[in-house]
């Protein structure tokens, strides 16, 4: 149940973000969430785990069942962007095992994971949970810098900021649940 009604305007019954109240916002918040989709040099298993981590942690059904190597180009079709979509060179798109591998609670001791990966994950919890100590915690910041350049922790971190907003977002306001995209989210997690 949705807890606004969802007003877009003509044309844009497709998109998610409610437009109809504050068409700047709904606007800006959709320009960054193509930023960050089609700006990032991350592969897609990389990019993957930190969103479907921060998918669990919000709550946001929707977004438990989104996957970025098979619905981007819907995605930013929907969106009105005539770019080409950013799938290319970023790695072969992860399967069930690995959302589940990455949304669960033992995924600091995947095999599956790789070690890049474990950490996008580790980040994305830290900026979701626990941000007040992240700029102090040296430890993170050395392993995180051994793994990663600048702009790519760059990359995931305006990534993770991202998914944060939009997921709580659509979660709270119960648009998650008005979306077909959700039904195959309660399956991957009931299993």
């Known amino acids: 149940m949705t807890r606004i009604t969802i007003l877009q305007p003509e044309g844009r019954d497709d998109a998610i973000l409610p437009h109809g109240y504050r068409p ?19 592969s897609f298993r990389e990019a993957e ?86 700029p102090y915690d040296d430890d993170f910041w050395d392993r995180l810098h051994a793994n990663y350049d600048e702009g790519e922790i760059a990359d995931l971190s305006y990534s993770i900021t991202c998914w944060i907003a939009t997921g709580r977002m659509v979660h709270i306001l119960g648009i998650d649940g008005s979306c077909d995209i959700g039904v195959g989210a309660q399956a991957v997690a009931a299993e």
């Open 24 to 42: 700047r916002m709904a606007d800006a918040m959709e320009q960054l969430a193509q930023a960050v989709y089609q700006e990032t040099t991350l």
């Open 49 to 134: 785990a930190a969103r479907i981590r921060i998918a669990f942690i919000n709550g946001c059904l929707m977004c438990q069942g989104y996957r970025i190597a098979e619905m981007l180009p819907d995605a930013l079709k929907n969106m009105d962007s005539g770019e080409a979509p950013n799938v290319q060179d970023r790695g072969e798109a992860p399967g069930d095992d690995f959302y589940r591998a990455a949304s669960g609670e033992g995924w600091r001791d995947d095999a599956m994971l790789s070690t890049r990966e474990r950490l996008a994950i580790e980040y994305a919890e830290k900026i979701a949970l626990t941000p007040v100590p992240l």
